[in-house]
């Protein structure tokens, strides 16, 4: 059976990963340059905060983390860095200023780039944490002992099929060796 909470995971990766992106914001908005080494770290803080939090530890680990890494980075280059640079340059933080800042062509530009440059790095970290994820999944689901339980289990199902089927074959071959006795008698 497996342990943990798939939720209390999926929700500890999520703030893992916002944890993860915040120097990032940090470096982008007030250092004004894209920094993209900092989205290594969002992959690695999803992977911390789901085991952090005890999450299911099964074969979508790795999707889960993936899928929250790529939803906080995109979450961030088109919701927060823009809400935050509407504050660095005084601007009231407000969903109009938002979308008068989203309707300047220029702006979009260079945040859709900058978005793929991210997902590009923070894919290079997901790749980076994958021996970690697998080890965990190994540690927790042990290939070898599965393996060994399913042949066990097949086996057994399988010899007991074999048995019976080899009753049944058995019966009829003294059937049939009755009936050629009968025959040759008979004759």
């Known amino acids: 059976m497996k342990k943990g909470n798939k939720v209390l995971g999926i929700i500890g990766a999520f703030v893992g990963g916002m944890i993860g992106v915040i ?33 299911v530890k099964d074969k979508y680990l790795s999707v889960t983390i993936t899928s929250i890494s790529i ?9 927060f860095i823009p809400f935050a640079m509407l504050y660095k340059e005084g601007f009231e933080i ?13 702006f979009v530009i ?8 991210a997902l590009f790095f923070t894919i290079i970290g997901i790749v980076l944490i994958q021996p970690s994820i697998q080890k965990l999944g190994r540690e927790k689901y042990p290939k070898d002992s599965n393996k060994k339980l399913a042949t066990k289990k097949n086996g057994n199902h399988s010899t007991k099929k074999k048995n019976s089927n080899s009753k049944v074959n058995s019966k009829k071959k003294n059937e049939r060796k009755q009936e050629q006795k009968k025959q040759k008698e008979a004759a």
């Open 23 to 55: 120097p990032w914001i940090v470096v982008y908005v007030y250092g004004n340059i894209m920094f993209l080494a900092f989205a290594l770290l969002i992959a690695y803080c999803a992977f911390k905060g789901f085991t952090f939090c005890e999450g």
């Open 71 to 79: 939803f906080v980075v995109t979450l961030t280059t088109f919701l």
């Open 94 to 106: 407000s969903w109009y200023n938002f979308q008068i800042l989203y309707q300047e062509s220029g």
């Open 110 to 117: 260079i945040l859709i780039r900058n978005y793929i440059l």
